[in-house]
């Protein structure tokens, strides 16, 4: 049975695709069957696992409107080696159209338990937002991984997301839980960084993970070639420590 997870923050450029599509690619690398969702009409993580946004014939905005199955719609990112259910800016109309249909918020969860068996991890990318999109990713999930950099306001932007997933956990998915906060362009030579990370863990515990993911400009190079930094440099500082997390993802759940 696939484990699903959300990487969510309600805030733009925190790190939430390249978390996705590197984990996805450390998984993939430690022998996990993945598949990749998302749900950001920007579709950056698409084009990040090397499927062209313009060229796909079905995405998830098609499985959200209930004109495709995900088994259709994902495609398999050869040089990736994880399955892509792709995003383009269609999907920012589905926001509108879903409000009209039943069950709106729950389309992707039911769509995806059709393909439970043929994955071990789906991760759902979603968009800078607390939207109808984000809401489909949040009631799919079993868990919420929070990219976060260790920044002065970081502690209190969290506070909208985990009212949310507490309200989604009360209302709509009583699997959901936030299973870890994931400090991303960490810079332990700056000293706010360091106080942040450790107010972070007095606060948060054992949900903030033991890796930390440092800068690295090759993580940032990655997606213009189409490819995670776990795969377009497999020895940079960066793609080691998301290969790190993947293996603490598949450590975590084992015993979740
Ligand atoms: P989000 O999806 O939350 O908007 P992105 O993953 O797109 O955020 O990251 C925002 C920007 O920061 C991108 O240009 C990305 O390449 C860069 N970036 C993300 N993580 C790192 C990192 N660890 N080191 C350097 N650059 C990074
Ligand atoms: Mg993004």
Same mark, same amino acid.
Not at 164 to 185: E, P, S, W, Y
Not at 200 to 206: C, E, Q, S, T, V
Not at 223 to 234: A, Q
């Given at each position: ?93 589905? &926001?509108?159209?879903?409000? &009209? ?54 502690? &209190? ?90 293996? &603490? ?8």
């Amino acid at each position: 049975m696939a484990k699903i997870f959300c990487i969510a923050n309600q805030k733009g450029g925190v790190g939430k695709t390249t978390t996705t599509v590197n984990l996805a690619a450390g998984l993939a690398e430690v022998g996990q069957r993945v598949l990749m969702v998302d749900l950001d009409p920007q579709g950056n993580a698409t084009m990040g696992s090397g499927v062209d946004k313009r060229q796909m014939a079905l995405s998830v905005y098609d499985v959200l409107l209930e004109s495709a199955s995900v088994a259709e719609a994902a495609v398999y990112s050869e040089k990736c080696g994880y399955h892509v259910l792709g995003a383009n800016r269609e999907l920012a109309g589905a &926001e509108v159209e879903l409000v &009209e249909v039943e069950r709106r918020e729950k389309r992707l969860k039911t769509s995806l338990a059709e393909v439970a068996d043929a994955y071990d991890f789906v991760l759902i990318d979603c968009p800078p937002s607390l939207s109808m999109l984000t809401l489909n990713g949040l009631c799919a999930a079993h868990g919420v991984i929070v990219p976060m950099q260790c920044e002065y306001f970081a502690l &209190e932007g969290l506070t909208d997301l985990v009212n949310t997933i507490k309200q989604v956990h009360a209302n709509l998915n009583k699997d959901l839980a936030i299973i870890g906060l994931l400090r991303v362009m960490f810079d332990p030579r700056i000293t706010l960084q360091q106080q942040v990370s450790d107010q972070l863990k007095a606060h948060f515990g054992d949900k903030v993970f033991d890796t930390v993911i440092p800068r690295n400009v090759r993580l940032a190079e990655a997606p213009s070639y189409g490819l995670p930094g776990v795969v377009f440099d497999p020895s940079a500082r960066g793609s080691q420590a998301f290969v790190a997390f993947a293996q &603490e993802m598949v450590d975590r759940i084992g015993k979740l």
